[in-house]
């Protein structure tokens, strides 16, 4: 599911970025991000494919377990495109998705169209749906053309998982945006020592 996740400027503008996969965002956001400094530094990274506890170091691919996966640093896509973007006033902020999370005032609150809770009473199961994938499209590079992928996964870890089983990258995209690539990243065999 994707979440956008921002921060509260002084002049009253929101200052955001969006996450493709908001799975664990409220236990992640309230441990690993309780400053400004590591919540600027998250929103620097531009929009993440997968938020880490840690917002610094290079995202080492796969189920990397601390680091962001960010688009423009660990895919090398076009800041413009994916760089961190600023809604007027909490109203905007507020209608651009299902739920979103602001930093505000040394804290968080999770945002939807019809509340503003803070992060210890929000519902993790607001972030859970069934159709998480519904709206994507998905696409396989076949001799050199992408072709759309009709059995769609059910989960970015299932889509992850197809991936190391074609031993292909797969392109996401909903309607005509570019969303995430997923990448096969092939297995080395570590070095026997003896």
């Not at 599911?1 to 921060?7: A, D, Q």
């Amino acid at each position: 599911m994707e979440i956008k996740i921002g921060k509260a400027l002084t002049d009253g503008t929101i200052q955001y970025i969006s996450v493709n996969n908001g799975d664990g965002a409220i236990p992640l956001l309230r441990n690993f991000y309780p400053t400004e400094t590591r919540v600027d530094a998250l929103i620097a990274l531009g929009n993440l494919i997968h938020l880490g506890p840690s917002p610094y170091g290079r995202w080492l691919c796969g189920d990397d377990p601390v680091h962001c996966c960010a688009e423009i640093r660990d895919y090398k896509e076009p800041p413009v495109r994916y760089a961190a973007r600023t809604a007027d006033n909490f109203e905007v902020y507020r209608l651009l998705g299902d739920v979103g999370f602001l930093y505000e005032r040394g804290g968080w609150v999770m945002v939807t169209a019809t509340a503003c809770v803070s992060l210890s009473e929000a519902d993790p199961a607001t972030l859970v749906k069934s159709d998480r994938m519904a709206g994507l499209d998905i696409y396989m590079l076949i001799s050199g053309k992408l072709d759309k992928i009709y059995k769609q996964p059910q989960s970015w870890d299932s889509l992850r998982e197809l991936a190391r089983e074609k031993k292909g990258n797969f392109y996401v995209f909903r309607g005509e945006r570019y969303v995430a690539r997923i990448e096969y990243v092939p297995e080395t065999k570590a070095d026997d020592h003896e």
